[in-house]
């Protein structure tokens, strides 16, 4: 019994919870016929993106469950979900930045590690702080990631398909069932 008080009061239930919560109401707006307003959605999204800037950037509120950063993710979410409600057009740059996320997440520390290990010979590393050292950063990050993306990752992801093609055919939304549980 006191694994279930445990669980249903974890910062991190009540938070999936309120998720759902948001959810259940954005999907309720997206399938409805109301009209949607979309400069009150920007409205909105001006309103919550503004406010997540000063909490981040203040450290108001920081800390774990409701009343700190989940109180921040609200925000931010409903910000995001009103500016999702005006139907924006895709940018393909952040939607080319989404395809080599996971080969960045890859790559990023091997860029850092380079430049922090020789600091010496890239003079430019230690005389930069704060944004330009980012940027730098950022640059050499996603200029690694691009060829390890189209070089690794994605003969990798091909060859994963002819694989479980092979191995399952026809029938492999089925992987996960095994012939014992047809008994």
Not at 8 to 33: E, K, Q, T
Not at 144 to 153: D, N, R
Request: charged fraction near 10%; proline fraction near 3%; hydrophobic fraction near 45%.
């Amino acid at each position: 019994m006191m694994v279930i008080g445990y669980t249903l009061g974890s910062p991190m239930m009540l938070l999936f919870v309120c998720g759902m919560w948001i959810h259940s109401i954005y999907d309720a707006i997206r399938n409805s016929n109301i009209a949607i307003n979309k400069n009150l959605c920007l409205y909105v999204f001006f309103v919550c993106g503004s406010l997540y800037t000063v909490l981040f950037l203040s450290g108001y509120k920081s800390g774990i469950g409701l009343s700190g950063y989940g109180f921040w993710a609200i925000i931010l979410i409903t910000g995001c979900l009103a500016y999702e409600l005006t139907s924006p057009t895709i940018n393909k740059t952040l939607l080319f930045l989404g395809e080599i996320s996971y080969s960045l997440y890859l790559t990023h520390v091997i860029a850092i590690g380079i430049f922090d290990n020789n600091s010496s010979i890239l003079t430019i590393y230690p005389e930069s702080l704060g944004v330009p050292r980012f940027l730098l950063l950022l640059s050499v990050s996603i200029a690694f990631a691009i060829p390890v993306y189209y070089f690794v990752e994605k003969p990798s992801i091909a060859i994963g398909k002819k694989i479980v093609s092979r191995l399952y055919g026809k029938h492999r939304d089925t992987i996960y069932t095994s012939s014992t549980t047809h008994q």
